[in-house]
């Protein structure tokens, strides 16, 4: 009877454990997963480039050559982005990175970026999928002109 106790205490532990995870993993779901377009700065950038990041890939639409640029596997770690080879083991490059429900900041020692997450339109996330063409996505990527914020 005490070992059925027990065992009862460790399987409800065990299932709020997990069930505290899996809502830790749902915040991070809301801050860097998704579309993302960046934000025009004091004059910078000058090209227009989208993001999209889901739980695997990061993906970068850029209106210099109107296709995807870079997609590239990477892992999340003490706010760093570690973007991955294709064997998903290598690292190519770390970036920094800082999100909010609606910012996301991205760095390297060289450059800094700054992203607004996209909520209408169609969006890389579509493209990818194949729920919007091509020619449907960039008529809403160049509808979406850079936001200039002057600091």
Do not use: C, Q
Not at 18 to 43: C, M, Q, R
Not at 56 to 77: C, G, H, K, L
């Amino acid at each position: 009877m005490i070992l059925k106790k027990i065992f009862t205490v460790i399987i409800l532990t065990l299932g709020l454990i997990l069930l505290l995870n899996s809502f830790i993993n749902k915040i991070d779901d809301d801050t860097v997963f998704g579309n993302w377009k960046n934000i025009k700065i004091n004059g910078d950038p000058k090209i227009h480039t989208e993001l999209f990041i889901d739980k695997e890939t990061i993906n970068v639409f850029s209106e210099e050559v109107n296709d995807i640029i870079f997609s590239n596997y990477y892992e999340m770690s003490n706010e760093k982005l570690i973007i991955l080879e294709n064997n998903k083991k290598d690292t190519i490059f770390t970036l920094k990175y800082e999100a909010s429900e609606n910012i996301l900041k991205i760095s390297s020692d060289k450059w800094n970026s700054e992203y607004i997450k996209i909520r209408h339109g169609s969006t890389l996330e579509d493209y990818i999928l194949g729920v919007v063409t091509r020619a449907n996505y960039i008529n809403d990527f160049n509808s979406r002109k850079l936001l200039v914020i002057e600091e």
